[in-house]
């Protein structure tokens, strides 16, 4: 007998790489809604418009679901530009050198965000709810009531992919997590959340022309660590730098020690997009403006209500959490577990 039963109505919190993975998988299977507090998809993943990384910027070849995903969705990835020599730059000037191998990475051609407008593409069936910042999950009647504001969402499961520590800090819940989870939820960092990242486009990549990879290491300047950042047409580099400046100061002390690095052609570049994650009340809390000495050991397994209410993202995940690896894990999982397979 065919079941011509009412699908079950999802809520997603979160329209990040975890979310959008999850709907793709499960949009066979339930009603979905997601609800984003920002304007647009991508989470911590975000673009600028020729193409370049102001979030992740690379994946490796152990990040097997990653490339797999890529590849079902014809992404194109190339290798991260190594050739030539790295700097290092502290009190006794700066000094040219050839790293030892790492691991090599790949990137994205036409940046990361490829890969989520590539998953929103296929959300046919998905209904997107854009500036609806999550308030308040109740446990109601046999079903979940998210609100957003005055805005009430119904669900028969709601699945949150926001950062752990955003959960605690921002959603009210009634009845209340335990305090357990609470402070399980506390006790995980944000990956990256204590990072601010600086792309800086040129006409041209004068540094290869100089036998440099573009890679450097400065005790010196506002960044801390720099790469070539090259899209196709667009030459660039980036960088992580300390935001307790303007941007103006900034972009200008940017300036100064990429020309005291890479010599007077990276006085003029073409712009200087900023990105200070640290800022961003959809990335970070106020736990996580002390930086982060080691990647933490990851993994989470919270849910509530009666296994109603779950938590993915990437920092939920035991494979790669804090990675795009992580987020798409975790999504996997979450569907698993919904279709009991
Ligand atoms: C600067 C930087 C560099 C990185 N480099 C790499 C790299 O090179 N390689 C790599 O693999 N990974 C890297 N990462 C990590 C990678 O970006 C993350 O692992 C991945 O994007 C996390 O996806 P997610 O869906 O788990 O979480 P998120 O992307 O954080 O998604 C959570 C979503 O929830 C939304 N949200 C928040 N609060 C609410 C609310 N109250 N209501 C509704 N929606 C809400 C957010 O806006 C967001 O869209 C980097 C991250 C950063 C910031």
Redesign the pocket.
Known sequence: MPNHSKPKCLII???????LYAAYLLQDHFEIVI????DH?????LGTPNGGD??????WSH?KA?LALSQELGLTLFAQYTKGDALYDDPKGVQRFNPAPFAP?ARFAGGVSTLTDALYNKLHRVKFHFN????TILDQDDEIIVQ?GINRYQGDKVIS???PR?IAQ??RFSPPLSSQIVSELNQTP????Q?A?ALISYESAFWREDGLSGFAISHQGILGEIHDASQADHPALFG?FHANRSVEDSKSAIIDQLTRLFGPYAAHPLCIDL?D?KIDP??STPLDQIPLRDHPDYGLDISAFDGRFSC????TSYIEG??????LQ?ALKISKQLLGI
Do not use: Q
């Open positions: 919190i979160g329209a990040g790489l975890s979310g609800l984003e507090a920002n998809i991508g989470g911590r993943i102001l979030g992740p910027t690379w994946v990040h990653t990475s609806t910042p999550v308030d957003s992919t926001l950062p955003l921002n959603i944000t990956w990256m959340a990072s990242k992580f990105k994650w959809c990335c993915i993202g990437t920092e804090g990675y795009l690896e992580g987020a975790s």
